[in-house]
């Protein structure tokens, strides 16, 4: 049980790396293209990406929560 959550866990965590490079590479090429039409579709597909970002973020922290040992108090 603990492999499969492992997988879900390494696949969620590069699909948010893949995702946050996209989103760094896309606010580069929006930033130039800032003013024409081709800039408010970069901006449009930047805006969908950081909330498949979030989205993917979310549901990681959610499998992640009691994941490991509590901490000391």
Do not use: W, Y
């Given at each position: 049980?603990?492999?499969?959550?492992?997988?879900?866990?390494?696949?969620?965590?590069?699909?948010?790396?893949?995702?946050?490079?996209?989103?760094?590479?896309?606010?580069?090429?929006?930033?130039?293209?800032?003013?024409?039409?081709?800039?408010?579709?970069?901006?449009?597909?930047?805006?969908?990406?950081?909330?498949?970002?979030?989205?993917?973020?979310?549901?990681?922290?959610?499998?992640?929560?009691?994941?490991?040992?509590?901490h000391?108090?």
């Amino acid at each position: 049980m603990t492999d499969v959550a492992r997988q879900k866990f390494a696949a969620l965590m590069a699909e948010i790396e893949d995702l946050e490079n996209r989103v760094a590479d896309l606010e580069t090429e929006a930033e130039e293209l800032k003013g024409t039409d081709e800039g408010k579709v970069a901006d449009e597909e930047l805006r969908n990406l950081r909330e498949q970002m979030a989205a993917k973020r979310n549901e990681l922290a959610r499998i992640s929560d009691g994941c490991g040992k509590p901490h000391p108090r």
